[in-house]
């Protein structure tokens, strides 16, 4: 089985910073092998896009509400993957997922992800 766990959420003021981790664990696994991302869900919308990495990490994709202020970086000897958020506006407020799939190429639908973690809240007020 495997688990993903972020942390890291909170409340922030607008034009803060929060940094966003998620832990991989699980047996026979192989974290470095795998394609990681990460989603959002706003009060009554619908799951969104937010990053994603390759199993290097040396590609990155981002929605384009969050290019220049998100960055999403990972340690494959932690089994981590992370997303570093700034300049952060009202509009940011979500439920935040990790996600992972069993592929070294990272996509941008959730349906092409096979793991995910419970989320986290992060609430930005103006």
């Known amino acids: 089985q495997v688990q993903l766990v972020e942390s890291g959420g909170g409340l922030v003021q607008a034009g803060g910073s929060l940094r966003l981790s998620c832990a991989v664990s699980g047996r026979t696994f192989s974290f470095s092998n795998y394609a990681m991302a990460w989603f959002r869900r706003a009060p009554g919308k619908e799951r969104e896009f937010v990053a994603a990495?390759?199993?290097?990490?040396?590609?990155?994709s981002y929605v384009d509400s969050v290019k220049g202020r998100f960055t999403i970086s990972r340690d494959n000897s932690k089994n981590t993957v992370e997303l570093q958020m700034n300049s952060l506006k009202p509009e940011d407020t979500a439920v935040y997922y990790c996600?992972?799939?069993?592929?070294?190429?990272?996509?941008?639908?959730?349906?092409?992800?096979?793991?995910w973690g419970q989320g986290t809240q992060v609430t930005v007020s103006s």
């Open positions: 990495i390759n199993w290097t990490g040396g590609r990155s």
């Open positions: 996600a992972l799939r069993l592929s070294t190429d990272a996509r941008t639908l959730a349906r092409d992800y096979h793991y």
